[in-house]
């Protein structure tokens, strides 16, 4: 393989890895605080997306995507309040079963406002065709943005739950509902943020892929996969591992298109996760707790 072209497929797997290693990161900080495996959090990139397009005959490119953001995350809250919160010591299945719906609930209204129709956000910097030159092969800049943007948010929020009161209130939670609950912490305010906060970096992330990938009614639901697989490849509740092992489910797409149909391309990730699944259901990066998920 020539070198070009492997740095093509490199460059590719990295942006989509990143992609799903924010998916997977949202999966965690619901699951971290609430042991909840939210699978509406595609939606949330999808909504971020489409509403960013849709903003943007009103107002600037980033101020679309700021508003996009907020009410995302307003919706966000508005899931946990609505359907969340009420109940009352939910098994895994039946809170799996409840966020399916809710997914299928999101999607079908974003059909209703939007369409079947694909759209896309401009791209940040030049056009379609403009590129950057790195050891030889053309990138185009949006791929830079993508890694970068995400780069970031995966640096704040490891930063945000190490150093910030609101991020170490939200592990205590995780660690121990009731002794948090003690300790004066609001549980329910924090289990509503956490919401809002995997809704909010879904939808930037959304926003910022749009140019590249493109946004449609759907694309919430192949994107929940990847980063279900990714989240369990890391690890249940592990950012750091999900954020390797959505480098390697992107690096091993980007390669299987060589060798394999592109049809075949989510078969890949299937693969993966039924493979992790029956041999490590912990995860790569995971303790043995996430191998829970296995009772059900």
Not at 34 to 52: K, R, V, Y
Not at 137 to 155: D, E, F, Y
Not at 174 to 184: K, P, V, W
Not at 268 to 288: C, E, K, M, N, T
């Amino acid at each position: 393989m020539e070198l070009s072209l492997f740095l093509q497929y490199l460059f590719a797997g990295i942006t989509y890895g990143i992609i799903y290693a924010i998916v997977a990161i949202g999966f965690n900080i619901i699951y971290n605080t609430t042991g909840i495996i939210n699978f509406a959090q595609g939606e949330f990139l999808m909504l971020g997306g489409m509403i960013s397009i849709s903003l943007l005959h009103f107002m600037p490119l980033p101020a679309a995507i700021t508003v996009a953001v907020v009410i995302t995350m307003l919706v966000g809250a508005l899931i946990e309040i609505v359907f969340i919160r009420w109940i009352e010591n939910p098994s895994v299945l039946r809170m799996i079963v409840i966020t399916i719906g809710i997914s299928i609930i999101i999607r079908e209204a974003a059909l209703h406002i939007w369409g079947e129709s694909v759209r896309a956000l401009p791209y940040f910097i030049g056009s379609a065709v403009t590129s950057v030159s790195i050891l030889g092969t053309k990138i185009s800049p949006q791929v830079l943005i993508v890694i970068g943007v995400c780069s970031v948010v995966v640096v704040f929020l490891s930063f945000f739950f190490k150093f910030t009161s609101i991020g170490r209130e939200m592990r205590a939670c995780a660690a121990n509902r009731r002794a948090a609950t003690l300790c004066g912490i609001n549980v329910k305010n924090m289990v509503t943020f956490s919401f809002m906060l995997s809704a909010g970096i879904g939808a930037l992330a959304g926003a910022v892929m749009s140019p590249i990938t493109y946004s449609q009614y759907d694309n919430g639901t192949g994107l929940a996969i990847k980063g279900f697989t990714v989240a369990i490849m890391g690890g249940l509740g592990n950012s750091p591992g999900a954020v390797a092992a959505g480098l390697m489910l992107g690096i091993i797409e980007a390669f299987s298109i060589s060798v394999l149909p592109l049809a075949f391309q989510d078969a890949v990730a299937i693969a993966i996760l039924l493979i992790i699944l029956f041999i490590r259901p912990h995860g790569l990066f995971g303790s043995s707790e996430a191998a829970r998920l296995k009772e059900f």
